[in-house]
């Protein structure tokens, strides 16, 4: 069990760690998939650097000095959270379970939503982002997947004793690592349906009768994570108080993951209050 488990070891992760195990508390912060500060080829806008610093030297002496300190940083994709009946936070990842009294979501921000036609118009009516949250919708109903890394297959395993018929599409991107379920690697044209979605179209003009599509594109991010506790979003932005808390008691987010200016500055501000603001919560817990 740790005090505080951070999704995220980018600015925003790393700086609420540095403040959590300051305060003497277990942290363990969890990473995968490239951070936007890895892609910054300079960052010569923060405070501190003369001639600025190269985005992937910053992120990774951030996780140096973490561990320096004793955090413990694993390179491990998060696939899903939930909350259990100790109001304490689990975070699955493919070879481990994490329990933590306290969670801070500091995934960067990532787009929901793919490129293709139809997505929004059935979104709340056959498109779905969520599997814990509607698969309960699609009972013995014909669903997909779209994605193809560890994420979608962790939404289909999901799925897999609520639904029909279930199968994995990726638009046109390599098939994942699975024999369990069947994998269509076609790209998509559209989704079409009246009312509610009813079919895929693919670019080769070949289609498939469908009642939900779960997209899972991609390594899961803050909102996928939000969607699955019940963390209130705005668009894709988590939303957040002054003090990082979100709407439901323990979690927290922090960075990019919480919109508003997309820069260092402020995903270590944001890092530095979600830490603090998660150890306070701890210790209202522990009286
Ligand atoms: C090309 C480019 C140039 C930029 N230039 C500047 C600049 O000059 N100045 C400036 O201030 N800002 C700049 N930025 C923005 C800056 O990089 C971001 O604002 C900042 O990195 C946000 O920090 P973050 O911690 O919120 O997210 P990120 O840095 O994106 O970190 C996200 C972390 O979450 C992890 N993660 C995501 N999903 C999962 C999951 N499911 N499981 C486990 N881990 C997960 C990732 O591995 C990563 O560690 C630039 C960004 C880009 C792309």
Redesign the pocket.
Same mark, same amino acid.
């Given at each position: 069990m740790y005090d505080v488990i951070i999704?995220?070891?980018?600015?925003?992760?790393?700086s609420a760690s540095l403040y959590a195990k300051r305060a003497n508390r277990s942290v363990l912060v &969890? =990473?995968?998939?490239?951070? %936007?500060?890895?892609?910054?080829?300079?960052?010569?806008? =923060?405070y501190g650097f003369d001639g600025g610093i190269s985005?992937k030297e910053l =992120?990774e002496n951030g996780i140096a000095q973490a561990r320096s300190l004793g955090v413990e940083v694993v390179n491990?994709?998060?696939?899903n959270v939930t909350m259990n009946a100790s109001m304490n936070y689990e975070v699955s990842t493919a070879a481990n379970k994490y329990e933590g009294k306290s969670l801070i979501i500091?995934?960067?921000?990532?787009k929901l939503k793919p490129d293709i036609k139809g997505v929004e118009a059935y979104e709340g009516r056959g498109i779905s982002y969520c599997a814990v949250c509607d698969g309960f919708f699609y009972r013995k109903k014909s669903v997909a997947v779209l994605g193809n890394e560890a =994420?979608a297959l962790s939404e289909a395993d999901e799925l897999e004793n609520i639904v029909g018929k279930l199968v994995i599409l990726t638009d046109g991107k390599p098939a994942p690592e699975t024999d369990k379920y069947e994998v269509i690697t076609k790209k998509i044209s559209e989704f079409v349906g009246e009312v509610k979605l009813s079919k895929v179209v693919f670019e080769d003009g070949s289609e498939l009768e469908l009642d939900g599509v779960f997209i899972a594109q991609g390594?899961?991010?803050?909102a996928d994570?939000a969607k699955k506790l019940g963390v209130t979003l705005n668009g894709s932005d988590i939303k957040v108080n002054p003090d990082m808390s979100t709407n439901l008691k323990g979690v927290f987010a922090?960075?990019?993951?919480t919109g508003g200016l &997309? %820069?260092?500055?402020?995903?270590v501000y944001e890092?530095a209050e979600a830490g603090l603001s998660a150890v306070k919560y701890i210790k209202s817990k522990e009286n």
């Open positions: 999704i995220g070891a980018g600015p925003a992760g790393i &969890l =990473y995968s998939g490239e951070s %936007q500060l890895e892609k910054a080829h300079l960052i010569d806008n =923060y985005g =992120y491990e994709e998060a696939l500091s995934t960067g921000n990532k =994420y390594v899961a991010g803050g994570f922090c960075g990019n993951a &997309l %820069q260092v500055c402020k995903a890092g």
